[in-house]
């Protein structure tokens, strides 16, 4: 078989194809950049939006949506009708908005799907970095408790849906433990080698900042969830262990790879 990979050269999409390579299963990716291509694969320049070329001959795809909205995806999967499509949504998909979007237009296109629903990812703690270098992270809500995932767990129950049966099922897919964000700073402070503590910073002002390259709804949204999370952690889901075999990475190891 072989297998189309959207966002090769992102966080989840390079393990994707790493894993898919490792099985022994031919793989295309679609790039922007030719000069970014993972080694060993079959190489289509393009953008999301138009999968015509990329898509012929292919037998499953991992579809990455990464607009703010839905609007022309129903163009993008065209050309995918009838085959495997492995999407990389999220849990709030269950409510509406581009994730719930994007999901029904694949249910339109194509009845074997397979939904992966995250929480969040870890790898949005990069946007830490920065700060965590200094010592300190200031943002609202450090006592919001999350269940982010590590991108090669996404990535290993991608491989096993792209190569096995996992026809119409929506998996929730979350790290081994709900993590408060302040505590999330602190074990990136242990992966490199020094103290970084949580330092509040007022929600209005959070969300006047992130509006700046989220927008205003999306900024207000996420900071209002994340006040949610306070007394309502995020879930955590045994999904990662029932599909692969192996349990969820810790938010720890994550930290680890990445600040060490």
Same mark, same amino acid.
């Given at each position: 078989?072989?297998?189309?990979?959207?966002?090769?050269? @992102?966080?989840? !999409?390079?393990?994707v194809? #790493?894993?898919? $390579?490792?099985? *022994?299963?031919? =793989?295309?990716?679609? /790039?922007?950049?030719?000069?970014?291509?993972?080694?060993?694969?079959?190489?289509?320049?393009g953008?999301?939006?138009?999968?015509?070329?990329?898509?012929?001959?292919?037998?499953?795809?991992?579809?990455?949506?990464?607009?703010?909205?839905?609007?022309?995806?129903?163009?993008?999967?065209?050309?995918?009708?009838?085959?495997?499509?492995?999407?990389?949504?999220?849990?709030?998909?269950?409510?509406? @908005?581009?994730? !719930?979007?994007?999901?029904? #237009?694949?249910? $339109?296109?194509? *009845?074997d799907? =397979?939904?992966?629903? /995250?929480?969040?990812?870890?790898?949005?703690?990069?946007?830490?970095?920065?700060?965590?270098?200094?010592?300190?992270v200031?943002?609202?809500?450090?006592?919001a408790?999350?269940?982010?995932?590590?991108?090669?767990?996404?990535?290993?129950?991608?491989?096993?849906?792209?190569?096995?049966?996992?026809?119409?099922?929506?998996?929730?897919?979350?790290?081994?433990?709900?993590?408060?964000?302040?505590?999330?700073a602190?074990?990136?402070?242990d992966?490199?080698?020094?103290?970084?503590?949580?330092?509040?910073?007022?929600?209005?002002?959070?969300?006047?900042?992130?509006?700046?390259?989220?927008?205003?709804?999306f900024?207000?949204?996420?900071?209002?969830?994340?006040?949610?999370?306070?007394?309502?952690?995020?879930?955590?889901?045994?999904?990662?262990?029932?599909?692969?075999?192996?349990?969820?990475?810790?938010?720890?190891?994550?930290?680890?790879?990445?600040?060490?």
């Amino acid at each position: 078989m072989t297998v189309l990979v959207t966002g090769a050269t @992102g966080h989840t !999409g390079r393990h994707v194809v #790493a894993g898919l $390579r490792a099985a *022994g299963v031919h =793989t295309r990716v679609l /790039v922007r950049d030719k000069a970014k291509a993972p080694d060993g694969v079959d190489v289509v320049q393009g953008d999301i939006t138009d999968t015509a070329e990329a898509a012929e001959g292919v037998e499953a795809a991992y579809l990455l949506w990464p607009f703010a909205t839905a609007d022309g995806v129903e163009k993008a999967l065209k050309p995918l009708a009838g085959r495997k499509i492995v999407y990389l949504s999220a849990m709030s998909a269950e409510h509406g @908005g581009v994730w !719930g979007g994007v999901e029904a #237009a694949v249910r $339109r296109v194509t *009845g074997d799907w =397979t939904f992966l629903r /995250v929480t969040g990812l870890a790898t949005n703690a990069l946007a830490w970095a920065e700060q965590a270098r200094t010592g300190v992270v200031r943002a609202p809500h450090g006592q919001a408790k999350r269940s982010v995932v590590h991108e090669r767990d996404v990535a290993d129950v991608a491989v096993k849906a792209l190569t096995e049966d996992h026809k119409g099922q929506s998996y929730l897919v979350t790290g081994p433990e709900s993590v408060a964000q302040a505590e999330q700073a602190r074990l990136i402070g242990d992966a490199l080698g020094r103290p970084v503590r949580w330092e509040g910073q007022p929600p209005e002002e959070a969300k006047a900042q992130m509006s700046a390259y989220l927008g205003a709804e999306f900024a207000a949204g996420a900071v209002d969830y994340w006040a949610s999370l306070v007394e309502h952690p995020e879930p955590v889901s045994p999904d990662v262990a029932r599909v692969t075999g192996h349990p969820a990475r810790p938010f720890a190891e994550w930290a680890r790879e990445h600040f060490s």
